[in-house]
């Protein structure tokens, strides 16, 4: 959205709708945290004379039968500065008629083995994932919006013990990453180093964010993304190399931009990691184990070696053909 006025206006509520029946609300009380507006970093739904910025949504329908053609989308709005009768003190108009893209998920087997693997940074809030479009080459690109962190627990829900700048610290350093689908590898970097867990690195330039990874063309359009991978560990695989399901292509490392081991996994529409728009996914199966308290609790994983802080009363659930959520804590077939 763009403010074309010569004062600021403030976005009171955003309604999205499929023709009478409304899928989202979005009113004052929760727009900020869906909100940005850009040359800011406070939450806030204001926008300066000539200012810009994006709203998130996440129309929710119950099977893939009820997605509709059109989204509709209503707009409320108050002037800082009124001048009636051209510039009333409040407007709601709709704006932005969105077409949906109706192609299915893709379906892919996940690229890690085991046990407690927790969904540290994926769907469906405005994380750092979601929350990163960026402005490359003339247009805006959201290549994360469905991306995940993978990080595990151990056997007693902790993250690391000992010392957490060591990549030793942490059990699931140099565990296998496998190819989620057959396909060919378009793009491999390696020789980046491991960076010392706990703090985000500096002085990385922009291809260097994800770190050592592999881009998989798994067909149709869509192109799966394993990054940060272990320093060495992409050199078994090269360009051109056909991957089937489950082959092993790299090891969970820790380079790039990244504060501890961990695979960011997603599945993109390009080949390249930036200049491209992220992809919905599904796993053909998994098992809920568990659930992080809050995003907080997700958070001071890093801070101290202690339990991490799970919901209570959180049984087993066998999934087929969904995507994890973020705070979920899941199991895949070993």
């Known amino acids: 959205m763009t403010n074309f006025v010569s004062q600021p206006v403030t976005v009171q509520s955003i309604t999205v709708s499929d023709g009478d029946t409304v899928l989202q609300n ?19 739904t204001t926008f300066g004379p000539g200012q810009s910025g994006l709203v998130w949504i996440d129309a ?39 077409t949906v893209d109706k192609v299915e998920p893709v379906r892919i087997s996940p690229p890690l083995r085991g046990e407690r693997w927790v969904d540290g940074n994926g769907c469906c809030s405005v994380t750092a994932h979601r929350g990163a479009v960026s402005p490359l080459n003339g247009k805006l690109w959201a290549p994360e919006r469905f ?14 013990t000992g010392d957490k700048t060591s990549t030793a610290s942490y059990p699931y350093f140099g565990d296998d990453v496998m190819a989620v689908a057959d396909g060919r590898v378009v793009a491999v970097v390696d020789g980046l180093p491991e960076q010392t867990p706990g703090a985000n690195p500096s002085g990385l330039s922009v291809d260097q964010y994800g770190g050592n990874h592999v881009v998989q063309d798994i067909g149709n359009g869509h192109y799966a993304f394993y990054a940060h991978l272990q320093t060495g560990s992409t050199s078994r695989v090269k360009v051109g190399d056909e991957l ?24 993109m529409d390009g080949i390249d990691p930036l200049v491209s ?4 996914f599904e796993f053909e199966s998994f098992d809920t184990t568990g659930k992080f308290a809050s995003s907080d609790a997700v958070d001071r994983l890093l801070d101290v070696s202690a339990p ?10 066998a999934r087929t053909n969904e995507m994890p959520m973020f705070m979920d804590v899941v199991s895949f077939p070993s």
């Open 60 to 98: 929710v329908v119950d099977s893939m039968d009820q997605v509709p053609d059109t989204l509709e989308n209503r707009i409320s709005v108050t002037l800082a500065n009124p001048s009636p009768p051209i510039l009333p003190a409040s407007l709601t108009y709709s704006i932005a008629p969105v």
């Open 244 to 267: 089937k399901t489950g082959d092993v292509l790299g090891l969970l490392g820790n380079s790039g931009n990244t504060d501890s081991p961990h695979l960011h996994f997603h599945v």
């Open 308 to 317: 991490a802080q799970l919901e209570p009363g959180v049984t087993t659930e």
């Open 147 to 160: 991306a995940i962190d993978w990080v595990q627990l151990d056997a007693e829900n902790r993250l690391f």
């Open 277 to 280: 728009n992220g992809l919905p």
């Open 26 to 44: 979005l009113t004052s009380d929760v727009l900020p945290e869906w909100t940005k507006v850009f040359g800011t970093t406070e939450p806030g």
